[in-house]
């Protein structure tokens, strides 16, 4: 299994900032994605975050607004830009191993937009 | 493209009754299917997994088992615990195209004592 660590856990934020989330896996990855899960909502894929080049993105999500990188196969990090209330969810960093079909998630970054 | 389907919740039972959940879903070959958990306040925990036709996954007393005839994957347990109360989450994780999961909208389980 792989362990993920999320920072920050959560965060307020003024409308117009923006907000980076870290994400840090305990051992190398083979594939990383982010999530969002708005309140009372399911999960909605954001993207798939590829080492070393631009990340893949969902429809409806786009890489203005949502800036990710990964550097290396155990970090990455999601930027949420240019924050309305409607940003307003839970973001999740979740990673998934060569070879395993599981998918393991982090805690989780509760972000309020006022 | 792939999708799950989920009861409607909340569902709220008593103490030691029996918990059925449904999922159903579709998808073009052959996916792996899922269950995860988010207790309050905590993030995604997977339950169980069945990877091919008629597995049974299992945990925690919890049951679910992979039928392709009806593309379902329900979620069973005999009897339930205040501490069972979460939401359940179904997904499932095509082998082809996107890899990541793919999930249901959730069912709140509130067992009360």
């Known amino acids: 299994s792989a362990v993920i660590s999320q920072k920050p856990s959560r965060d307020i934020c003024q409308r117009g900032t923006s907000l980076t989330i870290q994400c840090q896996v305990d051992?190398?990855?083979?594939?990383m994605f982010w999530y969002r899960q708005q309140p009372g909502q399911s999960l909605t894929l954001i993207a798939t975050?590829?080492?070393?080049?631009?990340?893949?993105?969902e429809s409806g999500f786009v890489i203005d607004k949502f800036p990710i990188s990964r550097p290396n196969l155990t970090f990455s990090t999601l930027t949420v830009s240019n924050m309305s209330p409607e940003d307003s969810s839970i973001y999740l960093c979740?990673?998934?191993?060569?070879?395993?079909?599981?998918?393991?998630f982090g805690p989780g970054t509760r972000l309020t937009v006022l | 493209g792939n999708s799950v389907t989920q009861m409607e919740g909340p569902v709220t039972l008593s103490e030691e009754a029996f918990l059925t959940i449904n999922c159903t879903y579709t998808?073009?070959?052959?996916?792996?299917l899922f269950w995860y958990v988010q207790y309050p306040g905590e993030g995604l925990q997977l339950l169980l997994k069945?990877?091919?036709?008629?597995d049974k996954g299992s945990n925690k007393g919890f049951e679910a088992t992979y039928r392709k005839e009806t593309t379902s994957f329900h979620l069973e347990k005999g009897s339930v615990q205040v501490s069972d109360s979460a939401v359940y989450f179904c997904?499932?994780?095509?082998?082809?195209?996107?890899?990541?999961?793919?999930f249901g909208s959730g069912t709140r389980l509130q067992v009360q004592p």
């Open positions: 979740s990673a998934r191993a060569g070879g395993l079909n599981e998918q393991f």
């Open positions: 051992s190398q990855v083979t594939m």
């Open positions: 975050a590829n080492q070393g080049s631009e990340a893949t993105y």
């Open positions: 998808a073009t070959g052959y996916p792996s």
């Open positions: 069945a990877t091919k036709a008629d």
């Open positions: 997904a499932l994780n095509g082998n082809t195209g996107r890899r990541a999961l793919t």
